[in-house]
């Protein structure tokens, strides 16, 4: 019943922009803190972005900031994350996450995951 669906990837050349999409339902979004993570074949999954409940405050990891932008439309059901400006090695399965702490989100320890949408940049 509790799910977070992510959409929004595909193939994508080198410098394009994607903007990914992570729907809610079973779940009031408002009440919780939101992350994208990615993960990379053979790699761990890392964090990428990260908005706080209130959607004032985030956080970008430092191989993004600058061209990757995350937003929720509070006091909607929606989290977003605008990929701009990329790079082959942004490429990766992208996942949204949600939890009601923030130094759990933070350590990669949601309460909720997504299934993940795949991210493929080309040079």
């Known amino acids: 019943q509790v799910q977070l669906v992510e959409s929004g990837g595909g193939l994508v050349q080198a410098g394009d922009s994607v903007r990914l999409s992570c729907a809610a339902s079973?779940?009031?979004?408002?009440?919780?803190?939101l992350a994208w993570f990615r993960q990379a074949p053979g790699k761990e999954r890392e964090l990428v972005a990260a908005?706080?409940?209130?959607?004032?405050?985030?956080y970008y990891h430092h191989s993004v900031t600058g061209r990757f932008f995350i937003s929720r439309d509070r006091p909607g059901q929606t989290l977003y994350l605008r990929l701009n400006s990329l790079e082959p090695e942004d490429t990766a399965v992208y996942y949204c996450?949600?939890?009601?702490?923030?130094?759990?989100?933070?350590?990669?320890?949601?309460?909720?995951w997504g299934q993940g949408t795949q991210v493929t940049v080309s040079s």
């Open positions: 079973g779940l009031a979004f408002v009440d919780y803190n």
């Open positions: 908005i706080d409940w209130a959607g004032t405050g985030t």
């Open positions: 996450a949600a939890s009601d702490n923030w130094g759990r989100l933070m350590g990669g320890r949601p309460e909720l």
